[in-house]
């Protein structure tokens, strides 16, 4: 049974990085596209970006200039950076991977338990 | 850039139907945006209901159901049972992005 799970530091300071890493248990990385959605105090889902296993990706217009994404297949885990954080990027975050039975990706199959990420000095 | 309207709330009575529906701000969801679904109890992860339009995710119950309703997709639950009292996600492709609704939050009483 495929799992994910989230991790990082949960308190980050204005201004900085925020680095989280998603580890996938019980298969493999390769071969699947993954994704990072975030879901700020009381608010809605808003979807950050993909990648996939060979690095191809793309993220949300209005995050892309502060975002990166990378897979490491040896350590069977992904990666998001977000840098410039401000107390608007607090979120629990989520990884997902992505069901895609043909050449267009058709939503979410499994999701982490999600990971809280405070930005406060 | 677009956006995914969803009802901020609706209501209905144990064992009724209810439809929630997925909208755009300008122009209609149609099948090339691969609608999904998802179900989120406060404190918990989603939960993923339906993929493109109308393909339930396994072990999902078949009194929820996804459609394409005029230009809007749908999600209806049938029988409604208290435990289906959850906040709905709605998904959409759009060439390479994907964007979420604002969500629906369902009371069953």
């Known amino acids: 049974q495929v799992q994910l799970q989230e991790s990082g530091p949960g308190l980050v300071k204005p201004s900085e990085t925020l680095s989280l890493t998603c580890t996938v248990s019980g298969g493999s990385i390769s071969g699947f596209y993954w994704s990072w959605i975030r879901q700020a105090p009381g608010k809605g889902l808003e979807w950050i970006g993909y990648?996939?296993?060979?690095?191809?990706?793309n993220s949300n217009p209005s995050l892309r200039s502060r975002v990166t994404m990378s897979v490491d297949a040896s350590r069977n885990h992904f990666s998001l950076q977000l840098t410039s954080v401000t107390a608007a990027d607090t979120a629990v975050y989520y990884c997902?991977?992505?069901?895609?039975?043909?050449?267009?990706?058709?939503?979410?199959?499994?999701w982490g338990q999600g990971a809280l990420v405070t930005v406060s000095t | 850039q677009t956006v995914v309207t969803q009802e901020p709330s609706f209501s209905v009575s144990p064992g009724g139907t209810v439809t929630l529906t997925c909208g755009l701000s300008s122009g209609s969801v149609s099948s090339s945006h691969y609608t999904s679904w998802y179900q989120q109890i406060p404190g918990q992860a989603p939960r993923t209901l339906i993929y493109?339009?109308?393909i339930r995710s396994s072990g999902v119950p078949d009194r929820f159901s996804g459609s394409i309703l005029g230009n809007k997709a749908a999600l209806t639950v049938a029988g409604a049972q208290a435990d289906d009292e959850s906040d709905y996600f709605c998904l959409l492709y759009f060439s390479g992005l994907w964007v979420f609704g604002g969500g629906t939050k369902l009371t069953v009483l």
């Open positions: 493109n339009t109308n």
């Open positions: 997902a991977r992505y069901f895609c039975p043909g050449d267009i990706c058709q939503g979410f199959d499994l």
């Open positions: 990648m996939h296993s060979t690095g191809s990706s």
